[in-house]
């Protein structure tokens, strides 16, 4: 059965010249619970590491020409996140051995994700301001939080990529 209420994320992207990483709150306590770290950058990593240091879950991106994320716990596939680029379709998939999650772009920065059936499922919304960056999360019971913490650091980090690429081919 879904609960009512969603539970509430914050994640603050801590950026430097040649690093990235996210510190997660959880908002029902105030309390950082996570950090994620990107290591490389064509065929990147991504990690989730507790408030103890010890990883979670991560991502891996097999290869650099696909849109594809293998998500890992401890060793073992628990699902994939796939998306697509083209013109009439920019869906966000996630595959999970039971259920399949389709993502949409809402609202200009907000993606809203959902089951087959059409039951919302988490809710991401980036919140970019010129000094101050915070992006929320809402995620209900049908499925695992780190998965959706995950699958929104991804966003976030392809969202850049086009963002930074969009920059240069303007100013060239």
Same mark, same amino acid.
């Given at each position: 059965?879904?609960?009512?209420t969603?539970?509430?994320?914050?994640?603050?992207?801590?950026m +430097?010249?040649?690093?990235l990483?996210? &510190?997660?709150?959880d908002? @029902? =306590?105030?309390?950082?619970m996570?950090?994620v770290?990107? $290591?490389?950058?064509?065929k990147?990593? !991504? #990690? !989730?590491? &507790?408030?103890?240091?010890?990883? !979670? !879950? %991560? @991502?891996?991106?097999?290869?650099?020409?696909?849109?594809?994320?293998?998500?890992?716990?401890?060793?073992? #596939?628990i @699902?994939t996140?796939?998306?697509? =680029? +083209?013109l009439?379709?920019?869906?966000?998939?996630i &595959?999970t051995?039971?259920?399949?999650?389709i993502g949409?772009?809402? %609202?200009? %920065?907000s993606?809203q994700?959902?089951?087959l $059936?059409g039951?919302l499922?988490? #809710?991401?919304?980036?919140?970019?301001s010129?000094? #101050? =960056?915070?992006?929320?999360l809402?995620?209900? &019971? /049908?499925?695992?939080? $780190?998965?959706?913490i995950? *699958?929104?650091i991804?966003?976030?980090?392809v969202?850049?990529?086009?963002?930074t690429a969009?920059?240069? @081919? +303007? *100013? /060239?």
């Amino acid at each position: 059965m879904r609960k009512k209420t969603p539970y509430g994320f914050a994640i603050y992207p801590q950026m +430097s010249l040649f690093k990235l990483s996210y &510190d997660i709150v959880d908002l @029902a =306590n105030d309390k950082k619970m996570f950090t994620v770290k990107k $290591e490389g950058s064509m065929k990147s990593n !991504i #990690h !989730i590491y &507790d408030y103890e240091g010890q990883e !979670i !879950i %991560r @991502a891996k991106k097999p290869s650099f020409w696909k849109n594809r994320y293998i998500i890992e716990k401890k060793g073992f #596939h628990i @699902a994939t996140l796939f998306f697509t =680029n +083209s013109l009439c379709d920019n869906r966000i998939y996630i &595959d999970t051995d039971s259920e399949r999650f389709i993502g949409t772009r809402i %609202r200009g %920065r907000s993606y809203q994700f959902l089951d087959l $059936e059409g039951n919302l499922v988490f #809710h991401y919304e980036r919140n970019d301001s010129l000094f #101050h =960056n915070e992006y929320l999360l809402e995620v209900y &019971d /049908s499925i695992q939080p $780190e998965i959706a913490i995950l *699958s929104s650091i991804i966003i976030d980090i392809v969202f850049r990529g086009q963002r930074t690429a969009m920059i240069a @081919a +303007s *100013s /060239s």
